[in-house]
Nanobody, 125 residues
Framework: QVHLVESGGGLVQAEGSLRLSCVASGGTFSNYYMGWFRQTPGKEREFVAAISWNGARLYYADSVKGRITISRDNAKKTVYLQMNSLEPTDTAIYYC??????????????????WGQGTQVTVSS
């Protein structure tokens, strides 16, 4: 069983930056692909980014490429989401998730086994 806790969300002006963190406990963190998703009220959960076990492979949604960077520190059991040049459309609850399925359908939330409680990101114009 893996427990995930996100932090780092908040209110930021457009063009600003935030770094989200997700700390894992339980399980062997380096065995999991990690992903970030986001969701706004009335919309489906949206894939943002994912990272392989050792950080060698990175995956991004087209909407965030060039602005968002995912990384991980297996020693700290933490995955990060560095978000720059934020836009009001980035406003959402951001969730981290852990997958035991490798790179299988990484953009689908159904591929992930564990989820955090989410952290709110609000970008004002």
């Amino acid at each position: 069983q893996v427990h995930l806790v996100e932090s780092g969300g908040g209110l930021v002006q457009a063009e600003g930056s935030l770094r989200l963190s997700c700390v894992a406990s339980g399980g062997t963190f380096s065995n999991y692909y990690m992903g970030w998703f986001r969701q706004t009220p009335g919309k489906e959960r949206e894939f943002v980014a994912a990272i392989s076990w050792n950080g060698a492979r990175l995956y991004y949604a087209d909407s965030v490429k060039g602005r968002i960077t995912i990384s991980r520190d297996n020693a700290k059991k933490t995955v990060y989401l560095q978000m720059n040049s934020l836009e009001p459309t980035d406003t959402a609850i951001y969730y981290c998730a852990a997958s035991q399925k490798g790179d299988y359908k990484l953009t689908s939330g159904q591929s992930y086994d564990y989820w955090g409680q989410g952290t709110q990101v609000t970008v004002s114009s």
